[in-house]
């Protein structure tokens, strides 16, 4: 099932959420943007998630940016997987 909703991982730890919306958002419209960061130390941990406006737009930023090289670290992008509906079953 194709998703609007994309995991974005291997991302260097300095990199701002305005940097993030810059180079994805040439797929399409952003709706929704979450960093992940540690709960303790509030550190990003190197991954993310991007909801955009069209499913058409998610399967794009997959297709063009898995593997693609961000400043020095090759990207791991796929379809987002909803854990916490897997952890209810």
Known sequence: MISKKIYVGNLKFTLKEENIRQIFSVYGAIQDL???HDRETGNFRGFAFITYATDEAASDAVTQMNGQEVDGRSLKV???EDKRKERQQ
Request: hydrophobic share 65%; aromatic share 16%; charged share 15%.
């Open 34 to 36: 979450k960093m992940i």
């Open 78 to 80: 796929t379809f987002a």
